[in-house]
Nanobody, 117 residues
Framework: QVQLVESGGGLVQPGKSLRLSCAAS????????MGWHRQAPGKERELVAT???????NYADSVKGRFTISRDNVKNMVDLQMTSLKPEDTAIYYC???????????WGKGTLVTVSS
């Protein structure tokens, strides 16, 4: 069983930056994929970005060039640096962990990001 705890959400003006962090604990393996999903009001949850332990990244088209995901394999942490934020980035952001060994995905409780002037 794993636990994912997010931090760093808040209210930010359009065009500004914000950094989210997620600490994972429990049985974490090097083959596990970590990342972020988000869910905006009235919309389905969507993938934002993922990263493997080897540093291979994947981004949603809507955030490419603005968001950067990074991972600390020793501390089992994953960060999301968000720049040039837009009102449409407003959502609850969930830390994500996919464990191929078990075929299971886990999410944290989420942190709210609000982009508004």
């Amino acid at each position: 069983q794993v636990q994912l705890v997010e931090s760093g959400g808040g209210l930010v003006q359009p065009g500004k930056s914000l950094r989210l962090s997620c600490a994972a604990s429990g049985s974490i393996f090097s083959i596990d994929v970590m990342g972020w999903h988000r869910q905006a009001p009235g919309k389905e949850r969507e993938l934002v970005a993922t990263i493997t332990s080897g540093g291979v990244t994947n981004y949603a088209d809507s955030v490419k060039g603005r968001f950067t995901i990074s991972r600390d394999n020793v501390k089992n942490m994953v960060d999301l640096q968000m720049t040039s934020l837009k009102p449409e980035d407003t959502a609850i952001y969930y830390c994500y962990l996919y464990q191929p060994r078990y075929g299971m995905a886990s999410w944290g409780k989420g942190t709210l990001v609000t982009v508004s002037s």
